[in-house]
């Protein structure tokens, strides 16, 4: 099939480059002209695990393409997927969907056959219906132009096997029709037996936000709980390997560390939250604005385990922070815990050196008043305190024993439970770990 993909960013970029591999014909859009400029050239903007070589491969064999123009998209394709962002809107609890209305608007007077228009894009509830009455209004096609939402679950770092070999493919659909062109899209992937759940829009978009508070509100549950170990001298790591082992809570998602962040769990909640509240479920909104202030707290949380091994305030301190990125596997440093426990930190008056394997430079944008090093060694060098805050396997790999001798004195703070702490300790190291007695 010939699809076009509307937005060429975290989600856009990976799902156009996926459908290239899965067969299609492909053309994403973007308005930015340096940025297609390097994507036609095989160069991959952001940090994602394999998409640079699905990139290259694909781009060179001339199945994935990219432009500024909507009209070439339109006459191109007759799937067309919206991949624009939704950032939070201005009252911080709810979804800005200019870009996919934007985008819409900009598309529909090009669209003069039937088509079938995908929304990817994480949105408010009734959005799908809105779209389509825009489109069918806007469009020469008019009601030949059908609406589908197709939420992305995607997490970053794994976006490329995420849409190669999802758990699942939800589709919204507005009629037989539409069920057909979406099964045709993924034919490849319902053939290796990825299961389709076929349901109307609203429950479709529902279901996005839902997953996502989900996972917020498990997150920020064993972090609550990793406070209480610490307060009773117990072990987070311990308990949630037991709980883990319920089948009706499994073990996955169930890591205590310094919150959650990046461009989607955190405007998720924080619509979902909103989402409720204006439905008249304030329990459900109660539950939900309670699992976000338990992540909103972290890095104060943060703050005092690094105090405490410090054995005074961070004033005066240099401190080196391992990780930038909100999580391993992408240069996303959105709502980024490891850079808001480091600008903290950096707030207090200590000197603040961060490193990070890929997102030195996004980091940097956001946070120019910090130090960076490009080299692991090279960011140790005098600290009296690491703190781990992102985990890249490149910092579980590390070795204790030469950075010891780089280091002021050797005390390291892991945030992400993820160093095997009796070989930092064996090599001379004071180790403390969050929510896990100093000497676990």
């Known amino acids: 099939m010939r699809v076009s993909v509307i937005g060429c960013g975290h989600l856009g970029i990976p799902h156009a480059a996926a459908m290239a591999e899965i067969g299609h014909e492909v053309i994403g859009v973007d308005l930015d002209q340096t940025k297609i400029d390097r994507l036609n050239a095989g160069e991959c903007p952001i940090y994602e ?12 064999s001339g199945r994935l393409r990219f432009t500024t123009d909507l009209a070439e998209a339109a006459a191109f394709a007759d799937v067309h997927f919206l991949a624009v962002g939704t ?44 779209l389509a009455t825009l489109l069918a209004r806007l469009a020469p096609a008019g009601n030949d132009v059908e609406v589908v939402w197709n939420p992305e679950f995607l997490r970053e770092g794994h976006a490329i096997e995420d849409t190669l070999r999802p758990d699942r493919i939800v589709a919204g659909v507005p009629s037989p029709h539409a069920e057909d062109v979406v099964r045709q899209v993924y034919a490849p992937l319902l053939h290796n037996e990825i299961p389709l759940f076929v349901t109307d829009p609203a429950t479709a978009e529902l279901i996005k936000g839902a997953a996502n508070a989900y996972l917020g509100m498990k997150i920020s549950f064993i972090n609550g709980v990793a406070d209480m170990c610490a307060a009773a001298g117990a072990d987070v790591h311990q308990l949630t390997e037991a709980i883990g082992l319920d089948p009706r ?14 461009g989607c769990l955190p405007k998720d909640v924080r619509a979902f939250t909103a989402s409720a509240q204006s439905l008249g479920a304030l329990d459900a909104a109660a539950l939900l ?11 104060a949380s943060a703050l005092a385990l690094i105090k405490q091994t410090l054995g005074r305030p961070v ?45 030195v430079p996004t980091a940097l944008v956001r946070h120019p008043e910090l130090d960076y090093a490009e080299d692991l060694e090279e960011s140790v060098k005098g600290a009296e305190l690491i703190v781990l805050a992102t985990e890249w396997p490149q910092f579980r790999n590390a070795d204790p024993k030469a950075l010891s001798a780089l280091v002021e004195q050797p005390v390291l703070v892991d ?16 180790v403390r770990q969050l929510g896990r007695p100093a000497q676990a």
């Open 87 to 130: 950032p939070i809107d201005a009252d911080g609890r709810s979804y800005d969907t200019g870009q996919v209305f934007g985008a819409a608007r900009a598309l529909a007077p090009h669209l003069t056959r039937p088509c079938v228009i995908i929304g990817k894009s994480t949105v408010t509830v009734g959005t799908t219906r809105d």
């Open 49 to 60: 695990e394999g998409l640079p070589d699905l990139l290259a491969t694909h781009t060179a």
């Open 415 to 430: 945030l992400r439970n993820l160093l095997n702490a009796d070989t930092w300790r064996t090599a001379g190291w004071t």
């Open 289 to 299: 604005r309670a699992a976000e202030q338990v992540n909103e707290s972290r890095p």
């Open 315 to 359: 004033a005066g301190a240099r401190v080196t922070v391992w990780g930038a990125s909100f999580k391993a596997g992408t240069d996303d440093v959105r709502e980024s815990p490891a850079l808001a426990i480091a600008a903290l930190m950096h707030q207090r008056g200590a000197t603040v050196m961060v490193h990070d394997p890929h997102a």
């Open 249 to 262: 809570i499994g073990r996955g998602g169930l890591n205590a560390g310094p919150g959650y962040g990046g």
